[in-house]
């Protein structure tokens, strides 16, 4: 039976990170991918922050083109565009990202495997848990470790046969590549209202396109969009995104589908003994926007190094391993948890209120607002600067829907809570 300080269960972002940040910590670490391509099959709109391409250190070429702004269209028809004036966040080649972050980890001495299923995770025992694994051709192999990871994705069978809970709510996501004629470069005279942008992102919310969520249509690579609805409602999902398709690329042939879960609301809990969850399967994707990647590699990171630690000192029971649990808290939890809160709201208000609560963004003051501290990784932000202008906030409040309002204290408690 092979045996290894660290093994990582998926190769995606944040489990590569977490094998990857292993290894560089003197682990012998094996990373396992049930999908024979890395990569493949691509769930996911590919858009980053900065911070997070800073965090990820792959090659420039994996960038398709980079996004300045926002057109946010509202369930009223109106359209309000933010930005423009500044690189904000890349739209990225993902399988090729992911591809990067393995070859990187296999250059520190990770082991990989991919092809290879773990279907069956054992008991910790003498300080070690065994892992079954299983081939696409059905040949099953015994393998045993220190600490494994689960970075198996939000419907994480590991997870579950650790005893660890789900996280509190998975979205369907759908997409596709779809052709779109070439939009126009950007001038510095453009605004609202005057045709795409290549660098620009769609954002669509209202139950017409994605009830309970958004829908977004995202310039990828020259000539091609990646359109697509995120929703709780499953069985309206097909419905919203050919209703968002015909309204808005009805003249693009679709190159291809994509769909997969977004899991919003980190778990209670996210290391028992021997074992630790990352990514996906702990809920830690974004709830205002279902983005992963930054924040599954920045866990990732964490969990990589607490394991090695806990996996060369002989110290892997839960009391040692959970570390990794308050340290991805300290950095995460305020602002994830903030961000269920904003999306539970979203999902109370009606299409009135939504349209209503977007017409503030025709007020230029809360537009300079947004565009000077608005962070698709931390949105909190926004209301956190808003409390400190009381004219501004004034001004706005009478006009809030009275749950968007109940957000804004919610950031306010939260952060005098850490004074």
Known sequence: ???????????????????AAAARHGAKVLLLEEHSIIGRPIQCTGL???????????????????????????PDGAVYELGGDRVRAYVIDRDRFDQSLVERAAKVGVAVQAGVRAVELGPYEKGERTLVTRTSSGARQSLRASVIIGADGPHSLLAQQAGLPRPKKIL???QALIATPSPPAPLPSEGEGEGERGDFVEVFFGRRWAANFFAWSVPAAEGTARVGIATDLFSEAKKCFERLRKEFHNSGKILGYQSGMIPIGPVERTVTDGFLIVGDAAGQAKPTSGGGIYTGMLCGKIAGEVAARCALSGKTQARFLREYESRWRAKLERELSLGFKAHQILTQLSDDQIAHALKLLALPALRRLIERVGDIDYPSKIAHELLKRPRLWSAIWPVVPARLAEYVKSVYRATTARM
């Open 48 to 74: 980053l922050s900065l911070r997070g391409w800073r965090l990820a250190r792959v090659s420039d070429s994996i960038i398709v083109r980079a996004i300045t702004g926002v057109r946010v269209h509202s």
């Open 172 to 174: 369907l996501g759908l």
């Open 1 to 19: 039976m092979q045996r290894y300080d660290v093994i990582v269960v998926g190769a995606g972002p944040a489990g590569t990170t977490a094998a």
